[in-house]
Structure formats: structure tokens, C-alpha cells
């Protein structure tokens, strides 16, 4: 199966500044990643599909200009978290994974902004 | 839309059975299952994709029935460590491994 690795597991902010959160899929060539975003006690939310080599596909209701994707290599994608607040602060968690079979989730990113 | 779980939570004691609920108005593509621990990545347990599939190992089984609307989660004996809070999830737009997750049901299995 896929590792994937996620980086930074924790990242404390201060509010107006911009965080980066990096996915990387070490043994499997992911033209696609999901980005994840998960509030306390709540479920994960999908907030946006990262595609190699293109734009990412946004979820309704998240905004693309603050929550930039770069999908540059088929093992890397980035999360940047543009101008946070501390209504940001949650769980991020990104998934590679084959249609019809286990998604590979990383480790996840809490992020506080403060 | 978003599946529904039932039971929102759950308290069993070291032994005890439990079922978990997936439901969805429309007939899903698939159905997996993720049991997640604070602060941590959900842990896959299994994934459900024709009607009528029962799949199991060791004391957990799960079900997908025939419509493809409903998912059950079987917990045999429970132990420790299966504490923590249970998702279904289904993919968005065929086999894309794009999940919706479910409402989530929260487990804590004690002494």
C-alpha cells in the first residue's frame, strides 16, 4: 500500500499569517490527493481535490484563495493556509489512494492559529 | 449528501457486541469504514462495494445491503482498543477514492 507522509504534525500561527502543509505519497504516483479538514468532534470534511499538473478542484463553500493547492510533482501537494484566523484552526489531513479500494491517509496537521 | 450514522455514541463494557449504522437516501457506490482515535489518522477497516457483500475479519464484520443504502458495522467481544470514533464513507462520483465521510459514531469501550 501507499505511505504518505504529511508535514508539519503540529503548527501553531499567528493570525493573519500563512501556513504551508505538505502531503507526499513516498511509493505511489498520485496524479490525485484530497485535502480533509476536521473540527473538534466533528467529522472530516472534504474541502478539495488536488490534480498533478493542473488546478485543484474546490469543495463548495471552501475558498480557493485562502486555502491555495499546489500539485507541482505526482508525489507532492501543498496546502497553504493564506492570511489564517483562528476560526482556521483544525485538523488538515490529506489522502492518496486508488478508486474502489482503501484511501492512505497522512498523519494529519493540527493547526492553531492564535 | 452526507451519510448518517447511528448511534451518535455508544459505552460498552470489555466483551460487549455493537452494531453501527451507515445510511444514505441514495444507493452508494461504496461503502468504507475508518475508525479513527484522537488526534490521529483514521485507520482503514474495511470497504464494501457490491449489494448484498458481507466482509469480515477477525471480530469485526460489516454488511452492504442490497440497495447499497445502508451499512452495518459488526463489533464482536469488544476490547480496549476498539475505542474511539467509527466513520463510513462513501466515494464521490464512482470509484474515484474521493470520500464523503459519515456523521461518525464515538466508541468507548471500558474495563
Known amino acids: 500500500g501507499a505511505v504518505v507522509s504529511q508535514h508539519p504534525s503540529r503548527v501553531i500561527c499567528k493570525s493573519g499569517t500563512s501556513v504551508k502543509i505538505e502531503c507526499r505519497s513516498l511509493d505511489f504516483q498520485a496524479t490525485t490527493m484530497f485535502w480533509y479538514r476536521q473540527f473538534p468532534k466533528q467529522s472530516l470534511m472534504l474541502m478539495a481535490t488536488s490534480n498533478e499538473g493542473s488546478k485543484a478542484t474546490y469543495e463548495q463553500g471552501v475558498e480557493k484563495d485562502k486555502f491555495l493547492i499546489n500539485h507541482a510533482s505526482l508525489t507532492l501537494s501543498t496546502l497553504t493556509v493564506t492570511s489564517a484566523h483562528p476560526e482556521d484552526s483544525s485538523f488538515y489531513i490529506c489522502?492518496?489512494?486508488?478508486?474502489?479500494?482503501?484511501?492512505?491517509f497522512g498523519q494529519g496537521t493540527r493547526l492553531t492559529v492564535v | 449528501q452526507q451519510p448518517v450514522q447511528s448511534p451518535q455514541a455508544v459505552i460498552l463494557r470489555e466483551g460487549e457486541d455493537a452494531v453501527i449504522n451507515c445510511s444514505s437516501s441514495?444507493?452508494?457506490?461504496?461503502v468504507h469504514w475508518y475508525r479513527q482515535k484522537h488526534g490521529e489518522a483514521p485507520v482503514f477497516l474495511m470497504i464494501l462495494l457490491k449489494g448484498g457483500e458481507q466482509k469480515g475479519h477477525d471480530k469485526i464484520s460489516a454488511s452492504f445491503n442490497e440497495k447499497k443504502q445502508q451499512s452495518s458495522l459488526y463489533l464482536t467481544a469488544s476490547q480496549l482498543s476498539y475505542s474511539g470514533t467509527y466513520f463510513c464513507?462513501?466515494?464521490?462520483?464512482?470509484?474515484?477514492?474521493?470520500?464523503?465521510f459519515g456523521t461518525g459514531t464515538l466508541l468507548a469501550v471500558q474495563p
Open positions: 441514495k444507493a452508494l457506490y461504496s
Open positions: 489522502s492518496v489512494g486508488l478508486g474502489g479500494s482503501k484511501a492512505f
Open positions: 464513507g462513501t466515494e464521490m462520483g464512482g470509484a474515484t477514492n474521493k470520500l464523503i
